[in-house]
């Protein structure tokens, strides 16, 4: 088996791919391919999957190492390595412009998404390139950025955290504002700006508007992939190099079912 060619889905990021049973097992080579397409395309659509849990945590398997999630109210009982995207259980889409899981030390190089339940209208994910974004900026911000900080941990603004989970993952983490991606080379915007407490030596409050303004400035339609999700998706998003934001604009009386994965990752450096 080989990879199919990725089709690019916007000119700056995203690519799907046809035709490829993720239920399969890939070889050495074909497992090289995806990772490379990842780098190239930061976000992959692989179309029609048909996965119970315990097969999409295998398929999963073949792109990376699953690591555990830190919000584990929303983790499958029986399948705790999957976290559960909806609404019914009180959660509220991540709205804002963000990577996953920055309090961790070594946050997950890949974020996978698989769409159980879509609601007729609305309620797509986005995805910008934060690699455009970076490279868009004059040499002389890039270099600024690259000597900052940010001190990471969990979002306070959640109120439904658990306590062990505050205890285990609620532990500051100090990663790069801008990062290098370990495959491709290239730099990256690079924070979580509700879960970055501070830039080293700035207040809370300077580090927001200063992160705030960052994303006013740098994400925009031209390096933005908005995803409208069909079932069956298996969507992976490479956090070396994109931000991602959910879209709640759709009507709750439908259900909406994501089921997410995420891979480890290196220190960003
Ligand atoms: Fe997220």
């Known amino acids: ?157 959640l109120t439904d955290t658990r306590s062990e989970d505050w205890e285990k993952y609620d532990i500051p983490a100090v990663h790069p504002v801008v990062r290098t991606h370990p495959d491709h080379g290239s730099r990256a915007l690079y924070f979580h700006i509700t879960k970055a407490r501070c830039i080293e030596g700035m207040t809370p409050e300077d580090t927001q508007t200063l992160l705030q303004d960052l994303l006013d400035r740098t994400i925009r339609d031209s390096n933005v992939y908005r995803h409208s999700w069909r079932q069956g998706d298996m969507v992976v998003c490479d956090n070396r190099a994109a931000m991602h934001r959910a879209h709640g604009d759709y009507d709750r009386r439908h259900p909406r079912t994501l089921w997410r994965i995420i891979l480890e990752g290196d220190r960003p450096v």
Not at 87 to 105: I, K, M, S, V, Y
Not at 107 to 128: C, H, M, N, R, W
């Open 1 to 157: 088996m080989s990879i199919p060619t990725p089709r690019p889905l916007h000119p700056s990021l995203g690519a799907e791919i046809c035709g490829l049973d993720l239920r399969e097992t890939l070889s050495a080579e074909d497992r090289a391919a995806v990772a490379a397409a990842l780098a190239e395309h930061i976000v992959l659509v692989f179309r029609d999957q048909t996965f119970t849990p315990g097969e999409y945590l295998a398929a999963c398997s073949q792109l990376g190492t699953p690591m555990a999630q830190h919000y584990s109210q929303h983790n499958m009982p029986d399948q705790p390595m999957i976290g559960r995207i909806w609404h019914r259980n009180g959660q509220l889409p991540a709205e804002r412009w963000h990577t996953d899981h920055t309090n961790r030390e070594r946050p997950p190089k890949a974020t996978i998404l698989y769409g159980v339940e879509i609601p007729p209208q609305g309620g797509d994910t986005s995805f910008a390139n934060m690699r455009a974004a970076y490279a868009g900026l004059d040499s002389e911000e890039q270099e600024r950025l690259a000597g900052l900080k940010t001190v990471n941990g969990l979002d306070r603004h």
